[in-house]
């Protein structure tokens, strides 16, 4: 799985980048055959001035099926970056379960048709 990590306005640290590549193996271990490739995007909203304004933002890129795109913004780094990812491996779960059940019902229907 490729992943492309982009911090705007800050240094990344190499202990963001491993947080980031832990969480984000965990979150999509199940769909990684499906994977094409995950962006993240972080930034720092307000700056130095603090608050709930840490953004991370997840783009997974799957085969044959719409990319889906996470966002979530926390005052923390880490702890946008654990619930964007566990989002992110949620949705991508479900969509490839929904693929795979249409694909299934497709089949079925196709069968029916030549008399099988």
Known sequence: ???DIQARDFPLTEALRNHIERRLGFA???CVTYIRRV???LHDINGPRGGADKCCLIQVRLDNLPDVVVKDT????YA???RAAGRAGRTVARRLTRQRTRERSLTAQAAGR???
């Open 74 to 77: 926390e005052a923390d780094f």
């Open 1 to 3: 799985m490729q992943i």
């Open 28 to 30: 999509l271990s199940t």
């Open 114 to 116: 030549t008399g099988r």
């Open 39 to 41: 962006q993240v995007r």
């Open 80 to 82: 946008a970056i654990d």
